[in-house]
């Protein structure tokens, strides 16, 4: 059975154990569609970031999710949770501690590589949530899943033009909240 396939609303749910192997290729999916998001080499590998979604969806919940929709967002919210804690532990890392690296380079990387932007957007979106919940669902969704505004619709049951709306509120409030 594909998960992507099933009605948002089947009350039997999703079992997680008996349907590993469709669900690893939806994570797969999905945590390809986050890495898009981040440079070569980046953070993760999508593999190590797939199985540590799956092992956490088996021991977070047993092994059962109400829907497709409620599936996708602990996921997407799950590769937030990993991303940030692998940032925070390779800034650990590296020679002190977390204080800032100064390049005699100018560097023209992508900021969504640097651990402590991923720590800076997960603060954020932890404000975020707070002020919007729904926001930030959609957020997780779109950049962690990867998943189209009109999927994220879909899986939140909600109309394309709010998620549009939230979408677009959600990025300019982000942008503001992570200027320097």
């Known amino acids: 059975m594909n998960l992507m396939a099933e009605p948002a609303g089947d009350p039997a749910g999703v079992d997680v154990v008996a349907m590993a192997p469709s669900l690893y290729g939806e994570l ?34 047993q092994g059962e999710y109400e829907n497709r929709a409620h599936f996708l967002g602990v996921a997407a919210h799950l590769m937030r949770l990993i991303a940030t804690d692998h940032a925070r ?51 997780e969704l779109r ?9 994220t619709a879909a899986a939140l049951d909600i109309s394309l033009r709010t998620v ?8 300019a409030w982000l942008y503001q909240q992570l200027q320097p």
């Open 28 to 61: 797969r999916r999905l945590a390809a569609a986050y890495m898009r998001h981040q440079p070569a080499g980046g953070v993760l590998q999508p593999t190590a970031l797939v199985h540590e979604v799956y092992l956490r969806l088996l021991a977070q919940r």
């Open 89 to 139: 532990a390779r800034l650990a890392q590296k020679r002190g501690g977390g204080a800032p690296h100064v390049e005699l380079q100018p560097s023209h990387r992508d900021p969504a590589a640097c651990p402590s932007f991923l720590l800076d957007l997960d603060r954020a979106l932890e404000r975020l949530e707070r002020r919007s919940p729904r926001q930030c669902q959609i957020v």
């Open 164 to 171: 549009k709306r939230d979408w677009a509120t959600a990025k």
């Open 143 to 151: 950049y962690y899943a990867g998943l189209s505004e009109a999927e």
